[in-house]
Structure formats: structure tokens, C-alpha cells
């Protein structure tokens, strides 16, 4: 009798035992679903807390919000809970929407997140047609017809006046022409004068920038070039947006964020559903900042492991403390 070779072998097991191995397989895949439900409706998130410091007033900075397109986010109790205390606060609260042509109700997922979370929102048009788009900007109330569109947005906080405006480098390689934007476009003979201007009657006033360049862990030459550009021109905070988390520079006067990373995302690689909470205390110029990962359908604290703080910690300006998880600076 022939002696079968170890492939035979298995073959031959399998064959007879077929029946308990598709019983197997289904019994994993009940237990496998039961988990990601248990999970999913279990899973607590850490808390970020506000500044302790009583009276000061705050304004708070986030990473890119991604519109969901296979499930509601604002279904999940747990979509932003650990943000309430900075965000109910804070007397003001930015994050940047990314508008994706597979998402079907834009319009009332950016309502959701304007009425219940954030002050103010910026947008950057990752794949949305100008037909569609037209929609989206009729409910924000903005035009793109209109040549000053999201111009200048102003807020008095105390004595204080706030100027907020946002921009994208429409010359990064990653980003279409044929695909049009609800921000001013990145260019110096433009926002020169305008920064200049706003600057000679106002006390802070931040930007908003969307690079195009995604995944990019490093900051590139343009990207200082023109951050760089925006400080000397007198902007006092800039807020880089890209995928991932960037480093953090202070230039003149100006703190630069080149990317707070994805504040919400549904991809699946973790490393772009991370991001940063920045909370700016502007009574004493002292900055918060605290490394948060978007998962099990809610944002919660990143608690970093020994490298992830120090690979952070060299991302962040030099006289920066880390206490508590959390990294804390003054400008």
C-alpha cells in the first residue's frame, strides 16, 4: 500500500471531517460578530477634560472630520463624548469636514455637527463634482460664484476680535482642478494683503490650511514655504490639515500645527484614525494637546506607549512638557 504524502494526508482529513469543519467555521463566524457587537456597544472612551484653569477663555483646534458614508456616526452615543467638556466650554471649536461623493446625506451630517459640536467649520472636497457641490454649499450659505466666498469669519470673544479664514494649496499634485473648493486658494498675492489687513484691527487671527499632500508624515519645503509666508504676513495660529499627524513649530510669533491628523475616519489603516485635540488657552497663550484615536465608533485618548510619546514629543516645540498623557506648551 502506498504511504500518502503529508498534502494527501490533510486533504483526506478535511474530506472526512467536512461536516464539523463548516460547523466550525460558522460557529467562529456567530462568536466573531457577537464580539464586534459586544465591543461595539460596550466600549467606553477616555474622556479629554478642558484646561483647569477657570475663567480663562479657550478656543480648540481638531483634524480632519471625515462624513460617514456606510453607517450614522451621530447614532453612536459615543461618537464624540469624550470631547463634550472642551467643546460645551471652549468658547470656540473649529474642525475641517471631508466631503466625499459616496456620503448621501452631506448636508445633514455637516447640520449634526455644526448645531451640536463645533462653532465653526472648514471644508476641503475630496472627490465632490461641481453639480453636487452646489447643494452643500446652498445649506452652508455660501456661493461659488461668488469670488469672496468663506472670506473672513470674525468673533468677539471678551475684548478680543477673532479672525478666522481658511485656504487650500489648489497646486498640490494630489489635488484636481476639475474638483472645486470651498476655500480661498493658497496663493500669496492674495492672502499677503488680506492677513495683512486683518491683522492691523484684529488681536488673533487663525487659519485654516488644506495641504492636498495625504499620508505625508513629513512637513515638505512648500509647506513651510508658505506657513512660513502666512506668519510673516501676521497670522498668529495656522491649522494644517492632512491624514496623518505633523509636527508642531513655533515660527516668529506663530504657532504652526502643519497636521492635526484625522479627528473621525473610516479607514482602515489605524495610523489615520489618529489625531490631536489642541486646546488654546488665549488669556495665558498656554496650548493643550492631546493625541486621541478614532475607534469601536468613537473618539478616546491615545494612551501612547514609550516610542509613540517620544517619536510625538520630537514632533513638538522644544520647551514642551508631557504630563498625564498629554503634552503641554506656551507660546
Do not use: C
Not at 73 to 99: G, R
Not at 203 to 212: E, F, K, P, T
Not at 268 to 278: A, F, G
Not at 296 to 313: D, I, S, V
Request: aromatic fraction near 12%; proline fraction near 3%.
Amino acid at each position: 500500500m502506498r504511504k500518502l504524502t503529508l498534502q494527501e494526508k490533510i486533504l483526506k482529513y478535511i474530506k472526512h471531517n467536512k461536516r464539523y469543519n463548516l460547523v466550525l467555521i460558522m460557529v467562529l463566524f456567530v462568536v466573531s460578530i457577537a464580539s464586534i457587537y459586544f465591543v461595539y456597544n460596550t466600549f467606553t472612551p477616555d474622556v479629554i477634560e478642558s484646561f483647569e484653569e477657570e475663567n480663562h477663555r479657550t478656543i480648540t483646534y481638531t483634524g480632519n472630520l471625515y462624513l460617514q458614508e456606510y453607517n450614522d456616526i451621530f447614532e453612536s452615543e459615543n461618537f464624540l463624548t469624550s470631547l463634550n467638556d472642551p467643546l460645551s466650554k471652549n468658547e470656540l471649536s473649529f474642525t475641517n469636514v471631508v466631503l466625499d461623493k459616496k456620503v448621501d446625506n452631506k448636508n445633514e451630517q455637516i447640520n449634526e455637527i455644526q448645531d451640536n459640536y463645533f462653532t465653526d467649520l472648514t471644508f476641503f472636497n475630496k472627490n465632490v463634482p461641481y453639480v453636487d457641490l452646489v447643494d452643500v454649499e446652498r445649506n452652508i450659505g455660501l456661493s461659488l460664484e461668488n469670488p469672496n466666498l468663506e472670506d473672513v469669519v470674525e468673533h468677539r470673544i471678551g475684548n478680543r476680535k477673532v479672525s478666522f479664514l481658511s485656504f487650500v494649496d489648489k497646486n498640490s499634485k494630489f489635488i484636481s482642478n476639475e474638483v472645486p473648493q470651498i476655500n480661498h486658494e493658497l496663493e500669496p498675492s492674495f492672502f499677503l494683503p488680506k492677513i495683512q489687513e486683518l491683522k492691523k484691527d484684529g488681536d488673533l487671527v487663525i487659519v485654516s490650511v488644506n495641504w492636498g499632500i495625504p499620508n505625508e508624515r513629513t512637513v515638505t519645503n512648500r509647506q513651510r514655504e508658505l506657513a512660513h509666508a502666512l506668519s510673516d504676513a501676521g497670522v498668529d495660529i495656522i491649522i494644517g490639515n492632512n491624514s496623518v499627524v505633523q509636527e508642531i513649530e513655533e515660527y516668529n510669533d506663530t504657532v504652526i500645527f502643519y497636521s492635526l491628523g484625522n479627528l473621525v475616519s473610516n479607514d482602515y489603516i489605524s495610523n489615520y484614525k489618529k489625531s490631536l485635540v489642541v486646546q488654546h488657552d488665549i488669556e495665558s497663550n498656554q496650548f493643550k494637546v492631546t493625541p486621541v484615536q478614532y475607534t469601536h465608533g468613537a473618539l478616546t485618548k491615545n494612551k501612547l506607549n514609550f516610542f509613540e510619546e517620544k517619536t510625538l514629543l520630537k514632533q513638538m516645540p522644544k520647551q514642551t512638557l508631557y504630563k498625564d498623557g498629554e503634552f503641554y506648551f506656551e507660546r
